[in-house]
């Protein structure tokens, strides 16, 4: 549990970040809270030869009330995430996925930022900022600019970040008044990772659903959304019924893995289970 | 003059918490010596390979390296192969195992070479770097393709897979099922499971190359069996090596072995002069140290039509790994004799079938043998229930023993202590609401709910205290099962108790601290207890087996009791009248029918030091020693219940309730008990429902972190409720002690699966695989209902 040799530079400021990145090349790597990156140095996975630290810029680290969505800074820790008060009002499906994560001590060390860079598909953040359609501000050689979540996740571990890119910020849309959410991880224990996870968010005209935004974790090489079980639930009564007819179409597009905690037949079967449960959960 | 409180039965604050809690204990990897150098072991990453070369140019080269040995380079080094000291039958195969092969890697982790340099960081580079040329060979990780014609041969000199057979016969078996109107048969898989220590181990090896004497520290059970097995192993005379234990932190088995890397820190200090440590990494962990478990087992039961059971039969195959360890071909017969559970029979049988396969070494793993003894028996008595149409406590009730204060024979052979099985089974059902639970279960049924309760038991009998050492000597194992204390009084009646046995956990310093104080009167704050080295404590056989208070605890017990002994006759002597005209109590001897004229133990002490008028021909000093070799093991019991709710979608089992009800016969600290039996509980509740080693077919270990190796945390386990049943003394011993170390662990796999299959028996479910998983038991329920789970 060694990792290999590295260098270690201390970015002051998020100019300086983005100035050691070009400096560095291809062969740094940002640490921020370190949750993903040090246990596979560790396990000599990653062998980055210069660590860039990000850890204490604190200007990167808020949750804020931006007028129609609430913004969150890339150091921002899970713990703060999970116990925002802001988030809880505005879209409590976030607060409630970040405090999902791991344990109380994972949370306090994780950041929203890392969580989405790492592009895991088995994390559970990316998947609810993929569902309530968020926006990620990044910074890079040529300035600024905004990769909506949707087009983020690009495969397995991989992103729309480019080597030199340094994510900023997340943007969060506040949700209509009245939208029910949930979120439904399916672990074992407490500290795993989702076998899968399964966020929800189902808005109501009159017992009618107007608009529903299903996300799936860990069923494919990047967070998916479930297009097949929203569109067969648009326009239709918010029923048990409806729900677990829409629930049936979940496995559609999805590449589940199977690994030592489930094969992909189950994780298919779960989905649609779980799938049900959340949109149930949703509007109780 | 005021009686000493009795401490036995309350629970002080543990002595040994204070460093714990304030992060101040020392162990092995805390410490370190002057020029010390690190190892780091090459470990094959192939399950079965040929090794044609090894090139350590580049790592020699690299900064800090100081040299690179193979298997090849110490071949002509080592005194023996590591010690395997229990050769259970004449049929038995026990291939040399070297600290590092010389030709071969038998297992993925299996050591081919050791760095050393002056960092860690600075080994584990070099290490990399070394360039071994494997051939890979077939390989065989599962034991029924092991023992088929034509399989790969872990070692290809021994001509089988087939590690031994073993065999227990009680009655005419045979005639017993044939006559039997009743028989059922049913097949269990135990898995694989890993320790997993909180503390990996570690080794540091001292040489004073002068005086040809080395100081070994190993995060280890045994150090003074350690000590013996590296004469067997380096040639260093024990006369020259001190092994110490400092704190251990943890240990389940998993470090009751010799291992290479000891004899391998050892020798290399000896040819290098320096001190070396090695530290194993986690991931290392799970492919270095033993493994624990992986049994097939065939339990058949013959009984007449109301369910009385006649006759045991249990055809047993058990997984060996890749070479024989310490007790590795011993570990099932620890539970030989348990397997018929605390039920009556007339015929008992139990064979076992040693596997070699291409994976890590299994050894005593916390329950060793008996834990599987204890599934398949609480498993095939519900088989059997099912099968004469009896509720699961109704078909206990009527093959327990009757209760018995004095030993008593049991269809396995031996004679038990005391028990009273009725009496736990009494009290579990009280503490679990059973009633309640099964009204609750018929609601949930009727409604047809998609989670279902389960109520599961377990009433199980366990054999602890190991070991007479003559039922050891009658089967086979090289060394004896007593245990040693001495106890010393300094001049001002303070205390030393220095033990054989050696805590990783246990909390060996408060309980025989406890027992002291109350044997001599002594304040327990006065009695200071020494462990785990063989130069301050050189008599002892270490702890595993819950022995140490079944055997150590005793020997403490016996060891004050000859400071009583000597004392009275100071005090005898003192007062000017005969022994027998005193009377003894927590610490003070008075006259018979003079209260007044008394003297009290520490008082004595001093006496004994000036020797300025001690009996004539007496020693000076206070100082005892007792060895104590039991006659017979004790045996716990008890009843364990679990409820769990299994979710009919997912297969995700929740436990609601866990009672635990353990005879462990007199309890000395109450609240150190306890913590062994949640503990035990909690581990075992983890075989059933969380832990499992997975390998891949050629023969990768795919659970070696962490990660996906289940260890459940306290989010993911229920709080145990705890009884004691009548806490029968133990006849075996004068404390009136038995073990506690493992019930638990023994006890608990078969109330979980259970409960789970009891969840689910209106599917006709009668079977769900170790670990009862979500998957697992979404498959059971699949299968059951015709494919679509409805
Ligand atoms: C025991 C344990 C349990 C866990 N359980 C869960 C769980 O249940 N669910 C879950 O979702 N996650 C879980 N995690 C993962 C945890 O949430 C991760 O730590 C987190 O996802 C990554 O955040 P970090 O700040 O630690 O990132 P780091 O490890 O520091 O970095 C991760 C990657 O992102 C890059 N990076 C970091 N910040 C930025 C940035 N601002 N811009 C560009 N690139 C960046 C890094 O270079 C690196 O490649 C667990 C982790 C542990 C150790």
Redesign the pocket.
Do not use: E, N
């Given at each position: 549990m060694i990792p290999a040799a590295f260098d270690y530079e201390v970015a002051e400021s998020t100019d300086h970040a983005v100035q050691l990145l070009g400096e560095h090349g291809d062969d740094a790597?940002?640490?921020?809270?370190?949750?993903?990156?040090?246990?596979l140095m560790k396990l000599r996975l990653?062998r980055p030869s210069v660590l860039i630290d990000?850890?204490g810029l604190s200007d990167?680290a808020y949750i804020k009330d931006a007028g129609d969505h609430v913004e969150i800074g890339?150091?921002t820790r899970?713990c703060d995430i999970a116990a925002s008060d802001l988030l809880r009002r505005h879209c409590g499906l976030i607060a409630e996925a970040a405090g999902?994560?791991?344990?109380p001590q994972?949370?306090h060390?994780?950041?929203?930022?890392?969580?989405?860079?790492?592009g895991?598909p088995?994390?559970?953040?990316?998947v609810a900022l993929l569902t309530v359609d968020a926006e990620l501000v990044v910074r890079g050689p040529g300035g600024e600019r905004t990769v909506p979540a949707s087009g983020f996740f690009t495969n397995f571990f991989e992103t729309a970040?480019g080597p030199q890119?340094?994510?900023?910020s997340v943007r969060v849309p506040k949700l209509a008044a009245g939208t029910g959410w949930s979120y439904q991880?399916f672990?074992r224990r407490a500290?795993?990772?989702?076998i899968v996870g399964v966020a929800a968010l189902v808005e109501r005209d009159d017992g009618t659903v107007k608009r529903a935004a299903v996300g799936l974790t860990n069923m494919a090489t990047t967070p998916l959304r479930s297009a097949g079980v929203e569109s067969a639930l648009a326009g239709r009564p918010a029923s048990a019924e409806a729900f677990a007819e829409a629930a049936a179409h979940a496995p559609e597009g999805t590449n589940p893995p199977s690994d030592t905690n489930a094969s992909a037949e189950y994780r298919t079967a779960l989905s649609s289970i779980l799938v049900r449960r959340a949109l149930e959960a949703a509007v109780a | 003059m005021a009686v000493a409180e009795r401490t036995i039965g309350t629970s002080p604050p543990r002595k040994e918490d204070p460093e714990l809690i304030t992060g101040q204990a020392r162990y092995t990897d805390d410490l370190t010596m002057p020029g010390m150098l690190h190892m780091v072991v090459v470990r094959s990453p192939f399950a079965h390979a040929r090794i044609k070369g090894v090139d350590a140019s580049k790592a020699l080269a690299m900064d800090g390296v100081v040299a690179v040995y193979t298997g090849a380079d110490l071949a002509a080094d080592w005194a023996g192969p590591l010690l395997m000291a229990w050769a259970v039958s004449e049929d038995l195969k026990n291939p040399p195992h070297w600290p590092l092969t010389k030709d071969e890697a038998r297992h993925q982790g299996d050591g081919v070479a050791v760095v050393l340099a002056t960092s860690r960081a600075a080994a584990k580079d070099a290490a990399e770097a070394v360039e071994v040329d494997y051939e890979p060979l077939p390989v065989v990780v599962d034991m029924e393709a092991a023992l088929a014609d034509g399989a790969p041969l872990v070692h290809e000199d021994q001509g089988t897979n087939k590690a031994y057979t073993w065999s227990l016969k009680n009655g005419d078996v045979d005639a017993v099922f044939a006559a039997a109107p009743v028989v059922v048969k049913e097949r269990y898989v135990i898995q694989r499971a890993i320790p997993t220590a909180i503390e990996t181990r570690a080794v540091i090896a001292d040489p004073s190359p002068a005086m040809g004497e080395y100081t070994l520290w190993s995060a280890t059970q045994i150090p003074h069996i350690v000590r013996v097995a590296m004469v067997v192993a380096t040639g260093i005379p024990e006369s020259k090596l001190r092994v110490i234990a400092p704190r251990v932190g943890g240990g389940f088995g998993s470090k009751l072995q010799v291992y290479a890397e000891e004899a391998l820190c050892l020798l290399v200090a000896k040819k290098l002069g320096r001190p070396v440590k090695w530290v194993e990494e986690r991931s290392e962990n799970y492919l270095a140290t033993h493994h624990g478990r992986d049994q097939i087992q065939v339990a058949e039961l013959a009984a007449d039509e109301q369910g009385k059971i006649r006759g045991f039969r249990f055809n047993i195959m058990v997984n060996m790994g890749a070479y024989l360890m310490i007790i590795t071909p011993g570990t099932p017969l620890l539970g030989a004799f348990v397997y018929c559970g605390c039920y009556g029979g007339d015929a008992y049988e139990v064979n076992f079938t040693g596997v070699f396969t291409n994976t890590t070494p299994t050894d005593a793993y916390r329950g060793a043998g008996r834990p599987e003894a204890t599934y398949a028996i609480e498993r095939i008595i519900e088989a059997l229930a099912r099968k004469v149409g009896k509720d699961p406590v109704e078909i206990r009730r009527l093959n327990f023993l009757p209760a018995f204060t004095e030993p008593t024979p049991m269809p396995g052979g031996l004679s038990i202590d005391s028990g009273n099985y009725d009496a736990t089974l009494d009290q579990a059902l009280e503490l679990a609401g059973y009633d309640q639970l099964r009204k609750e279960q018929q609601v949930r049924r009727e409604r047809g709910d998609t989670k279902q309760i389960g109520i599961g038991l377990s009433t199980y009998l366990e054999m602890c205290g190991l070991a007479p050492s003559r039922v050891l000597k009658a089967l086979n194992y090289a060394a004896g099962g007593w245990d040693a204390a001495t106890i010393r009084l300094s001049p001002t009646g303070k205390v030393q108790v220095i033990a054989g046995t050696s805590p990783h956990g246990q909390g060996h310093a408060t309980t025989f601290a406890q027992i002291v104080a109350d044997d001599l009167g002594i304040p327990f704050d006065d009695i200071e207890v020494i462990t785990g080295d063989t130069t301050l404590a050189p008599l002892g056989m270490d702890t595993y087996g819950s022995r140490s208070i079944a055997i150590g605890g005793v020997a403490v017990h016996r060891a004050a009791m000859k400071i009583v002994e000597k004392t009275r006759r100071i005090a005898a002597h003192e007062l000017e009248v005969s022994d027998e005209d005193l009377d003894y109590a927590s610490g003070t001897f008075s006259v018979k029918g003079a209260p007044d004229r008394a003297k009290t133990v520490p008082g004595l002490a001093w006496s004994a030091w000036t020797a300025h008028d001690l009996p004539d021909g007496m020693e000076p000093g206070l100082e005892e020693t007792a060895v104590y070799d039991a006659a017979n093991f004790v045996f716990p019991y008890g009843a364990h219940i679990c409820a769990v709710e299994v979710d009919t979608e997912t297969g995700q089992v929740d436990i609601l309730k866990y009672v635990a009800v353990d005879d462990v016969g007199v309890v000395i600290n109450p609240q150190i008990v306890d913590g062994q039996v949640a503990g035990g509980v909690i581990q075992g509740i983890a075989e059933a429902l969380f832990e499992e080693a997975v390998y891949s077919d050629d023969g990768q270990l795919l659970t070696a972190s962490l990660?996906n190796y289940e260890v459940p945390a306290a989010s993911d386990v229920p709080s145990i409720v705890i009884g004691r049943g009548p806490e029968l003394p133990s006849t075996t011993n004068e404390l009136g002690v038995k073990g506690v170390g493992e019930t638990g662990t023994i006890a608990s796999p078969p109330a979980v699966i259970n409960a789970v299959i009891d969840a689910l028996s209106h599917l006709g479910v009668t079977d769900v695989p170790r670990p009862a998983s979500p998957e697992n038991v979404w498959r059971t329920i699949r299968s059951t209902r015709g494919g679509d789970g409805r």
């Open positions: 790597k940002l640490l921020a809270g370190g949750h993903s990156l040090l246990p990653a990000i850890g990167l890339a150091l899970m999902q994560v791991g344990d994972v949370r060390r994780a950041t929203i930022g890392g969580s989405l860079a790492h895991d088995a994390s559970d953040p990316p970040l890119d340094l994510l900023t991880k672990h500290i795993d990772w989702a | 990660t």
